[in-house]
């Protein structure tokens, strides 16, 4: 009998909840999980957050000779606004995918880069347009999935 007013207590707790009221005491949110889609054929990136869309944006991959490499990832740092030792341009709103350090996220480093979005022409890093960078920047955290297709 105790067990089955417990039950109860929690059915009844849970539909309060559900219909606005307060949490219970006990009940701790889990982390909300982030993930990113790059689709490499579409040139487009998939933004969701607990499975549900939360963005999506145009983006630029790596063109030929400089593909993007396909695979599973996950967002290793971030800097505001890195120079490429590599390429010496800046990349603002850099977001590290890749074990080597050399591909992630960033700004179009320029009004010809941001025109060329949904065409690959990248070194392998993942351009995207002057609003896309800073919202993605703040919005992936270290550890955050990326997945490129």
Not at 55 to 60: D, E, I, Q, T
Request: charged share 15%; aromatic share 8%.
């Amino acid at each position: 009998m105790a067990g089955s007013i417990a039950v109860l207590k929690l059915v009844l707790g849970l539909l309060t909840w559900s219909a606005g009221a307060q949490p219970p005491a006990s009940f701790q949110p889990g982390p909300e999980v982030r993930t990113v889609t790059v689709i490499l054929d579409r040139q487009l990136a998939l933004f969701e957050q607990d499975g549900r869309e939360a963005n999506l944006a145009l983006v630029s991959t790596g063109r030929p000779g400089f593909e993007t490499p396909r695979g599973s990832y996950t967002v290793r740092y971030r800097i505001r606004n890195p120079l490429s030792s590599r390429y010496l341009v800046h990349m603002p709103f850099w977001v590290c995918v890749h074990p080597s350090g050399e591909i992630g996220f960033h700004q179009a480093p320029t009004a010809s880069g941001i025109a060329g979005l949904g065409e690959p022409h990248s070194h392998g890093c993942i351009r995207m347009g002057r609003h896309e960078a800073p919202w993605v920047y703040d919005w992936l955290s270290a550890g955050s999935a990326v997945l490129i297709r």
